[in-house]
């Protein structure tokens, strides 16, 4: 290219200087810059509507929505009560139901003591059980219904029925405690030496644990044996048999005091 057309040619003749301009790139390169303006016009054009996408849409709503008018404060008077008519007898009141007849009564009198020689021969202490024949103890002697309630009408009772004695609290059964139950004996060979394997599990080959939960009392001795966990064939009862028979334990404490406690023991079934 001639130094001259080289001081006034854009780079990109220079660059395309004896090539195929018509192949593409020369015109990629050349309308780059005006398809990059177009672009950010693009982008901000769209961005603009976003952000002003609200506001818009606040301008276009009907601002003629009907408000809620606030709540009018009215002033109650309230209406004056019927003048009070002094002339006018008052209601009679509403009847009660009238209480039982009492039965008749006879005045207690309480004894006095006297000296002996202050007590004349003559006098005779009434007979109280005669007085009191088909009547009750009162305040005073007064005449009532014989078939009425032993309870006089101005003494008023708490009921004349028997009361029952409270049950006995029950005694408290521990699943824990400070310290646990232990047995006199090793377990393991009391098992070994008394445990008799039942014939029935041993001709249909049945094996497995067997869970016991029973009560050692305060004395150690084992009660209350049941079956948490069995597997039949006689074991369940073979294994109660044996736990019914094991001596004394050494029973739990709470607080340093014997007391009842739960204790779970598995035996094992198995054949050799």
Partial sequence: MDINKILKADYLDILFEGRNKSYGGYELRRKYPVRMRNAGIIGLSVLAVILAGPVIADALKDKTVKK????????IV???P????????????????????????????????????????????????????????GTQTRDGDLNGSDIPSETPGTGSGPVEAPPPPKEEIFQYVDQMPEPSVDIGDY?????????????????????????????????????????????????????????????????????????????RFQLQ
């Fill in 78 to 80: 309230m209406a004056e």
């Fill in 68 to 75: 809620t008018p606030p709540p009018v404060m009215k002033e």
């Fill in 191 to 267: 098992l070994r030496k008394n445990l008799q394997y039942p014939q029935m599990a041993r001709d249909a080959n049945v094996q497995g644990k067997v869970t016991l939960k029973f009560v050692v009392d305060e004395e150690g001795r084992v009660s209350n044996i049941t079956v948490v966990k069995g597997i039949g064939s006689g074991c369940d009862e073979e294994a109660k048999r044996v736990v019914a028979g094991m001596p004394p334990w050494k029973p739990g404490k709470q607080n340093g005091k014997p007391v009842k406690v739960y204790y779970n023991l598995p035996i």
């Fill in 82 to 137: 019927p003048p009070i008519d002094e002339n006018k007898p008052p209601p009679p009141p509403a009847p009660s139901e009238p209480p039982p007849p009492a039965k008749p009564t006879v005045k207690f009198t309480p004894p006095v003591i006297k000296k002996d020689e202050e007590v004349k021969e003559d006098e005779k202490p009434p007979d109280v059980k005669e007085d009191l024949k088909d009547k009750v103890a």
